[in-house]
């Protein structure tokens, strides 16, 4: 992977290689991406959302401290912390593709342990696959594309396609302000007693 960012080379470096420990270990991607999605918290906080181990909390706090993803935000105790910015562009492995490194990717990596279907979509594609989806997911709930469409853009099944868009579906209205194109069902006028009488 090759990387690109408008920073000094030894912080381009760091930050590779403390975003490459977050996409490589999915406790330590859904740490940071429960503090991204709630702003700051306390390891207390973290501890009653993701259900860590006390010590293993506050060694995965101090682990992302240490590698500049995560910041102190109140130094008095509790201490809280929050999620830095992510904005890496990397190319793939074969060269053909570049893909941006988010707080929303890092998200879906950490969700990878507890929902086998973005699991094993990682397994099949990697993440650069999986930064394709989101970017799919995002357009699909903005309404601009189909399941259909991005299963033949990325010549995959349409099921699979489906199926990676739900997953992914929380991820994106927790990261990307969507605004929901037309009426929900919720919204319709609907009696179903209407129905039942024209059957």
Known sequence: MSRTSNRDDGDVVRDFLSIADLLEEPQLAQLYGYLAREGDATVRDIID???F???TAYT???RLVDAGVLEV????QPRRYAACEIDLTVTADDGARTYTITPALVDAVGR???DDDIDTYIDRHGIAGLATALTYAVARE???VTHRLMAKDLDISPLAAEMILQALRPIVHAHDE???SGASIDDLDFDDTDAADSV
């Open 49 to 51: 959302a993701l259900g």
């Open 53 to 55: 181990p006390q010590g």
């Open 60 to 62: 995965y706090v101090n």
């Open 73 to 76: 935000t109140r130094d008095e």
């Open 112 to 114: 990878r342990e507890t």
């Open 142 to 144: 903005r309404g601009d």
């Open 178 to 180: 969507i605004k929901v």
